[in-house]
């Protein structure tokens, strides 16, 4: 069946460095993919999404490339700040329109 | 737009209640919603998937007396979780989509602890 795997955390990175989170998936066809974030005591929300092969999607200076050929869609942002720490959560929507998760990753942002 | 709104966000119960969780879409129609139970330190699970007006579709290993869901109308599911005991305890988040292709959004989820 179709799954998504993405490292694990935690991951901790001074303010300002470059982010990235690995997420690869197996799946058949092209799934929808996205990323969703848990901020400490919330709920999840939607980061970012791609639907078909080389979109890029982004929102808050986070970005994420749809690569087929790779079967990944890694997170990354440029420069983070401490109230990026957060959990998140890589996911496609499998052929029945259900998500399918990774197990998430903790980012913690040092001053 | 898109609002999900959960409640309650916390319930701390006796073991042998029932509880119930609410969940509305404030400003746009959710055709589905769907349940999840988070575990500690572990990504969500689905728990079933409720369309207006029908009867849930609940995952394998959920038990569906146990966890009644109800999707009366276009704004809002419940979900209870009958005759609570320390194994439910736990953390549940729905959410709700205009469309079954569409994006889930996210209510806040509501911490569960039987006691």
């Known amino acids: 069946g179709d799954s998504v795997t993405q490292m694990e955390g935690p991951v901790t990175l001074s303010e300002e460095a470059f982010l990235t989170i690995n997420c690869t998936y197996t799946a058949t066809g092209y799934p929808s993919l996205f990323w969703y974030v848990q901020y400490p005591g919330e709920g999840l929300q939607l980061l970012l999404k791609a639907t078909k092969a080389d979109d890029k999607g982004s929102n808050k200076g986070f970005e994420a490339t749809y690569r087929k050929e790779t079967t990944s869609f890694h997170l990354e942002k440029g420069s983070v700040q401490v109230s990026d720490s957060a959990v998140y959560f890589c996911a496609l929507m499998d052929s029945n329109y259900q998500l399918i998760w990774g197990a998430g990753t903790k980012l913690i942002i040092k001053p | 737009g898109a609002v999900v709104s959960q409640h309650p966000s916390r319930v701390i119960c006796k073991s042998g209640t029932s509880v119930k969780i609410e969940c509305r879409s404030l400003d746009f129609q959710a055709t589905t919603m769907f349940w999840y139970r988070q575990f500690p330190k572990q990504s969500l699970m689905l728990m079933a998937t409720s369309n207006e007006g029908s009867k849930a579709t609940y995952e394998q290993g959920v038990e569906k007396d146990k966890f009644l869901i109800n999707h009366a109308s276009l704004t809002l599911s419940t979900l209870t979780v009958t005759s609570a005991h320390p194994e439910d305890s736990s953390f549940y988040i729905c959410?709700?989509?205009?469309?079954?292709?569409?994006?889930?959004?996210f209510g806040d989820g509501t911490r569960l602890s039987i006691l």
């Open positions: 959410s709700a989509s205009s469309g079954v292709d569409q994006p889930q959004h």
